[in-house]
């Protein structure tokens, strides 16, 4: 489950973040998680539970939204937004797909007092 690792770097980030900004009280964070970044966004918030029990930010509101990614057939170069569940081309039905977007994961928003 790297979900736990991303997390912890996610905290650790926030914290970076939160030092350098000078942000008192840390209120809601969020993160984008592409389609096809291999993250599982239920997941994502019970690892962030877990890595800020008993931490400052505990109890933190924290939303992951959901990025829709798209992929391109190498085959006939039709662009499509891509399911994980189903990595096929609607067009030709090839499964040589190069994604477009959709891979990352970004922290998006720190809102703060
Ligand atoms: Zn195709």
């Known amino acids: 489950m790297h979900e ?5 770097a996610l905290l650790r980030m926030v914290r ?4 350098d900004e000078e942000l008192e009280t840390i209120r809601r ?6 389609s096809l970044s291999g993250v599982v966004p ?5 690892c962030w539970e877990a890595v800020t029990d008993g931490t400052e930010l505990e109890g933190v509101e924290f939303v992951v939204e959901e990025l829709e990614g798209t992929a391109r057939c190498m085959d ?8 994980v569940n189903r990595l096929r081309c609607p067009n030709c039905s090839s499964e040589k797909l190069t994604p477009l977007t959709g891979r990352d994961l970004t922290l998006k928003e720190i809102l703060a007092d």
Request: glycine residues 14%.
């Open 4 to 8: 736990l690792g991303i997390c912890d």
């Open 16 to 19: 970076g973040i939160a030092r």
């Open 29 to 34: 964070i969020t993160v984008e998680v592409g």
């Open 42 to 46: 239920a997941y994502m918030s019970d």
């Open 76 to 83: 006939c170069g039709e662009e499509f937004p891509a399911d």
